[in-house]
Protein backbone atom coordinates (compact mmCIF):
# COMPACT_ATOMS: atom_id res chain seq x y z
CA UNK A 1 0.00 0.00 0.00
CA UNK A 2 1.06 3.27 -0.63
CA UNK A 3 -0.16 6.62 0.25
CA UNK A 4 -0.20 10.57 -1.10
CA UNK A 5 -1.34 13.01 1.22
CA UNK A 6 -1.77 16.63 1.39
CA UNK A 7 -2.77 19.27 4.55
CA UNK A 8 -3.65 22.36 4.99
CA UNK A 9 -3.70 23.79 8.67
CA UNK A 10 -7.02 24.97 10.01
CA UNK A 11 -7.08 26.58 13.42
CA UNK A 12 -10.83 27.95 12.97
CA UNK A 13 -10.15 31.84 13.32
CA UNK A 14 -13.36 33.07 14.27
CA UNK A 15 -15.23 29.60 13.45
CA UNK A 16 -14.92 29.76 10.01
CA UNK A 17 -12.28 27.31 7.55
CA UNK A 18 -9.04 28.78 6.66
CA UNK A 19 -8.67 30.35 3.39
CA UNK A 20 -5.65 28.46 2.16
CA UNK A 21 -5.46 27.29 -0.82
CA UNK A 22 -4.26 23.46 -1.84
CA UNK A 23 -2.61 22.93 -4.33
CA UNK A 24 -3.36 25.71 -7.63
CA UNK A 25 -6.60 26.63 -5.29
CA UNK A 26 -8.81 25.06 -7.88
CA UNK A 27 -11.15 22.11 -7.74
CA UNK A 28 -10.12 19.07 -9.64
CA UNK A 29 -12.96 19.37 -11.53
CA UNK A 30 -11.39 22.32 -13.32
CA UNK A 31 -9.09 19.57 -15.12
CA UNK A 32 -6.30 20.55 -17.15
CA UNK A 33 -4.76 24.22 -16.94
CA UNK A 34 -6.75 25.11 -13.70
CA UNK A 35 -6.08 22.55 -11.29
CA UNK A 36 -3.35 20.69 -9.92
CA UNK A 37 -2.08 17.02 -10.37
CA UNK A 38 0.50 14.23 -10.53
CA UNK A 39 0.46 11.85 -13.81
CA UNK A 40 2.10 9.03 -14.30
CA UNK A 41 2.42 7.96 -11.04
CA UNK A 42 4.83 4.99 -10.23
CA UNK A 43 6.09 3.06 -7.18
CA UNK A 44 9.38 0.85 -6.52
CA UNK A 45 8.97 -2.57 -6.26
CA UNK A 46 10.82 -5.02 -4.17
CA UNK A 47 13.17 -5.58 -7.13
CA UNK A 48 13.45 -2.40 -7.60
CA UNK A 49 11.44 -1.77 -10.74
CA UNK A 50 9.39 1.53 -11.35
CA UNK A 51 5.61 -0.06 -11.51
CA UNK A 52 2.60 1.83 -12.74
CA UNK A 53 -0.10 2.38 -9.66
CA UNK A 54 -2.87 0.03 -10.09
CA UNK A 55 -6.29 0.20 -8.50
CA UNK A 56 -5.50 3.93 -7.37
CA UNK A 57 -8.58 5.28 -4.63
CA UNK A 58 -9.36 9.02 -3.87
CA UNK A 59 -10.80 10.23 -0.84
CA UNK A 60 -11.48 13.99 0.89
CA UNK A 61 -12.02 14.55 3.90
CA UNK A 62 -13.59 18.14 3.24
CA UNK A 63 -14.25 18.05 -0.99
CA UNK A 64 -15.99 21.18 -0.37
CA UNK A 65 -13.35 22.93 0.45
CA UNK A 66 -10.46 20.40 -0.86
CA UNK A 67 -11.10 17.80 -3.55
CA UNK A 68 -9.48 15.09 -5.36
CA UNK A 69 -10.25 13.01 -8.48
CA UNK A 70 -8.25 10.09 -9.85
CA UNK A 71 -8.40 8.67 -13.37
CA UNK A 72 -5.99 6.90 -15.58
CA UNK A 73 -5.67 7.58 -19.69
CA UNK A 74 -2.89 5.84 -21.90
CA UNK A 75 -0.92 9.41 -22.25
CA UNK A 76 -0.91 10.22 -18.35
CA UNK A 77 -1.03 7.00 -16.62
CA UNK A 78 -2.68 6.47 -13.38
CA UNK A 79 -3.28 10.37 -12.55
CA UNK A 80 -5.18 12.63 -9.82
CA UNK A 81 -6.35 16.19 -10.15
CA UNK A 82 -6.56 17.59 -6.54
CA UNK A 83 -6.96 20.96 -4.33
CA UNK A 84 -9.52 23.79 -3.67
CA UNK A 85 -9.43 27.41 -2.56
CA UNK A 86 -9.97 26.63 1.33
CA UNK A 87 -13.39 28.10 2.39
CA UNK A 88 -15.89 29.57 -0.27
CA UNK A 89 -19.82 29.35 -0.25
CA UNK A 90 -19.97 25.87 0.54
CA UNK A 91 -17.16 25.55 2.89
CA UNK A 92 -17.98 27.96 5.56
Known sequence: MVQFGGE?????PSGQHTMT????GHF????????SYFRNLQVVDWDNNMVPV????????????YNIQGG???VWGSYFY?????RN???P
Do not use: H, I, T
Open 8 to 12: VVNSN
Open 21 to 24: QMGS
Open 28 to 35: PGEGFGKA
Open 54 to 65: SDLRVLADKPNC
Open 72 to 74: ASD
Open 82 to 86: YGGPG
Open 89 to 91: ELC
